[in-house]
């Protein structure tokens, strides 16, 4: 049960510094778990451990950000925003304890997912389509996850539409057709989360709108069909031979 109230509290600081960057018009949105769980509040929530927020933000308001969240008594972990501030910045709360990673314009771990232009699209979160992406270019995905992915499943209709209730399958597209490392990772990921919504329950998802299988199987044939760059199928004849993702880089933060 404390899980639960922790989290209630985590998403109303969230809310509330979304709010506050709002008033200097800083775009800045929710991503991960905490995202997914503002998006579904109808599913059953998911234990966390953890107290910190991550968010998306814009590299054009990156120094009016930092401005204000220094006034609201978080601490810059200096060395580590001048060194990797280009596309991370990280703050801690100097009484709470409460921390706080910013991702600048897009995310880069096993595949970089540019989000920038996104930002504004729903008014606490990330896009459901970068949310869902940011997930499923995890290499080594794992059943948190996949649930995850499900959540988003279950909720959000797949359409070619910018419309925030939906998935937009034109970023899904683009993202998978342009690059054969993004389409490689995606395509075994959807086969695996796939695999384990047969596997057994998944309680996380009971009480969803939308069928997770139904909408798994739009997804792999969104993937198949997508129009492929000459990039992707230059790079698709090397195959798994070679190395299609990042490995990512731990970035200690020091507080």
């Known amino acids: ?3 639960t109230i922790a989290e209630t509290d985590l998403l109303k600081d969230a809310k509330s510094l979304i709010d506050r960057a709002a ?3 800083i775009a800045l949105r929710l991503v991960g778990g905490l995202a997914i ?9 998911r234990s966390r451990t953890g107290q910190d927020l991550d968010f998306a933000s814009s590299s054009s308001t990156r120094r009016a950000l930092s401005e204000l969240l220094t006034e609201l ?18 703050f801690a709360h100097g ?5 706080i990673d910013v991702l600048i314009d897009k995310l880069h771990m096993c595949h970089t997912l540019e989000f920038a232009d996104r930002l504004g699209r729903m008014p606490y979160t990330l896009d459901a389509a970068d949310l869902l992406m940011s997930k499923l270019q995890i290499v080594e995905l794992n059943e948190k996850d996949a649930d995850d ?11 070619e539409s910018s419309d925030p209730d939906t998935i937009d399958l034109r970023v899904f597209r683009s993202l998978v057709g342009d690059d054969w490392g993004w389409w490689r990772t995606v395509t075994l990921n959807l086969e695996r989360i796939n695999g384990l919504l047969y596997s057994g329950a998944r309680p996380a998802i009971e009480g969803g709108r939308l ?7 739009t997804l792999i044939a969104a993937a198949q069909s997508a129009p492929k760059s000459r990039r992707w199928k230059l790079r698709a004849r090397i195959g798994e031979r070679k190395r299609w993702y990042e490995v990512p880089e731990e970035t200690p ?3």
């Open 1 to 3: 049960m404390g899980d």
């Open 23 to 25: 008033e200097r018009s």
């Open 37 to 45: 769980r503002m998006l579904t509040p109808e599913l059953p929530p």
């Open 73 to 90: 008594g978080y601490h810059p972990d200096r060395n580590f925003n001048a060194l990797y501030g280009n596309k991370q910045l990280y």
């Open 95 to 99: 009484d709470t304890g409460l921390a």
């Open 149 to 159: 992915c499900l959540r988003l499943l279950v909720t959000f209709r797949l359409e």
């Open 211 to 217: 069928d997770p299988g139904a909408q798994l199987q």
């Open 253 to 255: 933060h020091h507080h």
